[in-house]
């Protein structure tokens, strides 16, 4: 005797395939290639600023600040930016802006597929932007070219858009891990803002791509952490934890002042009669004049972050930071001149945190600014995970778990409330697309068939002829507005599916003996059928391959030839919308459970508040 079949117990939590394997070494290899890009980068970020400031040919990061040229210095930026608005609008335009916005646009709208001269075009612009004083970080423009990379060696492959996106993110994880010494949060920035999924084909070959560029880092940049703290106390009680939660309110407010600045300029320079080519050369003169006002504010600025987190920064710094920096990058980077968003959130929110440590407690050295710069991060990118994961990982300080915990998840919960969307998916926004960054289960995955097909149906017999079969068709048009007819055998298994339509035409065409014909003789059908334990997920997925909108829902056929198994029923597209409202209703329907029971109480009752509105039941 044959087994009973059942779907159900096919089913797995994942539906990762062995194809993981082979993206996962691919992935690996441009872990390998990443880590080397991220060098690259920033060597010529390097270059450009002994070219542009002193005059040499050398490689090593120099600080701007160090110049000498006085009021000439000025025209660096402008200069700088300039190039980099003749190579935006002559070579490719996708260079401008941040490099994340950039890398979701391809993922998302460009089926993960990045032009090659984009791998170019993006890390010689970066560094010429950053290099001529632009006061952004590297991590963006490498973002984009690792996953420029990924996704160009993706392409030499016979791949899915899926896996495609897969070794892009990828590329701009391993690019992340390479520059900041940071494998597991570049892998957390990958999950929470590029791959708007959780799933084990994408996690795997992502995390394996940014742990070799982690590897990879050691050899090519030095070890990490790059930004070394003493370590802090592990335990900071009640008011320390309260102070936590201010001081995510403060970043939160930040972030949504640097997120509506940013935008605030991009919309002035939109108003301006000029071409988009001259915005950066304008922008660049902004950055000149500040500058002037505070050299520091010039370029990535790793030093100065160093600086706030050990207490090597006073007051007048720390103001530098929060104001000259902070205006200069919002203006430049809504010029749309290319630059990264990391590194200046970084120095604007240890900057805040030193302000904080002049009245919050005292817990050593360095401790607000950690806090601050990991709320920044949750706040303004929307990604608290990879803000409390990056903090611990630059600093090597494991005891600021718990409060960055509280601080980025407050700043989060601030702007998600205050802002509709971040500083990034901005742009996107502002492009005519929009996304959506909240995973939930879908409850398509979670129900059956079963919970949702129709069981009373009319079948026809498959041996009824056809005059009779229009009768049949005909008794049943009021009555229950069915469109599609199963044709069953005397034991009811299903034999072959006929559309209201089809019918119709076969009998039009029907002449003479033919309508005396058994019905199943006259009609040729292969049903796509469902069997009532699959997922909802699976019957749309077929829905959607064939283009039938209804299916006959059968219990497995154990060898019966000719049948596909006794008729249960029918699901249609309409049916599995009855998932969806059963999830809207968990979300809006609120119900009291539990109520207490005074003692001199007559009655109780169950409180149902739908939209608002509390009715009794």
């Not at 952004?136 to 996953?147: D, L």
């Not at 009680?237 to 930040?254: N, Q, R, T, Y």
């Not at 929009?434 to 009373?456: G, Q, T, W």
Request: aromatic letters at 8%; a neutral charge.
């Amino acid at each position: 005797m044959k087994k009973k079949p059942n779907h159900a117990t096919a089913l797995g939590d994942f539906t990762t395939t062995v194809r993981v394997i082979p993206i996962s070494l691919l992935a690996i290899l441009i872990g390998f290639v990443a880590s080397f890009v991220a060098w690259l980068l920033l060597k010529l970020i390097g270059l450009a600023t002994n070219l542009f400031y002193f005059g040499r040919l050398d490689t090593s990061l120099a600080s701007p600040a160090d110049n000498h040229l006085g009021l000439f210095a000025v025209a660096i930026p402008v200069l700088g930016s300039l190039i980099v608005g003749l190579m935006a609008r002559y070579g490719s335009e996708r260079i401008r802006g941040h490099g994340i916005p950039e890398a979701i646009e391809s993922i998302l709208m460009n089926g993960s597929r990045v032009q090659p001269k984009l791998a170019l075009l993006k890390p010689v612009s970066a560094a010429i932007a950053i290099g001529s004083g632009g006061p952004f970080g590297a991590e963006g423009p490498i973002i984009m070219t690792g996953g420029a990379f990924g996704s160009l060696i993706a392409q030499f492959f016979h791949l899915t858009s899926a896996e495609r996106k897969t070794l892009l993110v990828a590329g701009a994880a391993a690019g992340m891990s390479a520059t900041f010494s940071a494998p597991l949060s570049a892998a957390l920035l990958a999950i929470e803002l590029l791959l708007f999924e959780w799933k084990p084909r994408s996690a795997i070959p992502v995390a394996l791509a940014s742990a070799t560029a982690g590897v990879m880092r050691h050899y090519i940049l030095g070890p990490g952490p790059i930004f070394p703290i003493p370590p802090h106390i592990a335990f900071i009680g009640s008011a320390g934890l309260l102070s936590c939660a201010v001081v995510g309110v403060l970043a939160g407010l930040l972030s949504a002042a640097l997120t509506f600045g940013v935008y605030l300029a991009e919309d002035s320079f939109g108003k301006l009669p000029i071409h988009w080519m001259w915005w950066p050369a304008i922008g660049g003169l902004f950055v000149g004049l500040g500058g002037l006002i505070f050299p520091h504010a010039l370029g990535v600025g790793y030093e100065n972050i160093s600086a706030l987190l050990t207490g090597k920064a006073g007051l007048a710094f720390i103001l530098g930071v929060l104001l000259v920096k902070s205006s200069i990058w919002v203006i430049s980077l809504g010029s749309g001149t290319s630059g990264g968003v990391l590194a200046p959130l970084l120095m604007m929110g240890a900057a805040l945190g030193g302000v904080e440590a002049m009245f919050l407690p005292d817990f050593g050295v360095g401790f607000w600014p950690a806090i601050s710069l990991g709320a920044i991060l949750g706040g303004t990118m929307r990604a608290p995970l990879t803000g409390i994961v990056f903090t611990i990982e630059l600093t090597n300080d494991f005891s600021l778990a718990v409060p960055l915990l509280v601080a980025s998840f407050v700043a989060y919960g601030f702007t998600v409330l205050c802002l509709k969307r971040s500083i990034l998916t901005e742009k996107i926004a502002r492009r005519g697309y929009h996304l959506s960054r909240e995973y939930a289960i879908d409850p398509l995955e979670i129900l059956f068939v079963r919970e949702v097909m129709r069981s009373n149906v009319v079948a026809i017999p498959a041996d009824v002829t056809l005059d009779e079969a229009r009768e049949w068709v005909r008794s049943t048009d009021k009555k229950h507005g069915q469109n599609l007819f199963p044709l069953v055998d005397e034991e009811e298994n299903l034999v072959a599916v006929v559309s209201r339509n089809h019918l119709s035409n076969v009998m039009e065409e029907a002449k003479g003996a033919d309508c005396q014909q058994p019905l199943r003789k006259l009609l040729v059908d292969k049903p796509v059928i469902a069997y009532p334990d699959e997922p909802l997920r699976l019957v749309v997925y077929r829905m959607v391959e064939t283009g039938f909108t209804r299916l006959p829902v059968v219990e497995p056929s154990y060898g019966n030839s000719g049948t596909h198994g006794r008729l249960l029923g029918l699901v249609a597209l309409s049916d599995l919308l009855h998932a969806r409202s059963r999830n809207l209703e968990e979300e809006r329907a609120r119900e009291r459970v539990l109520r207490l029971r005074m003692p001199l109480s007559r009655r109780s009752e169950k409180t149902v508040v739908t939209e608002g509105q509390e009715t009794p039941v």
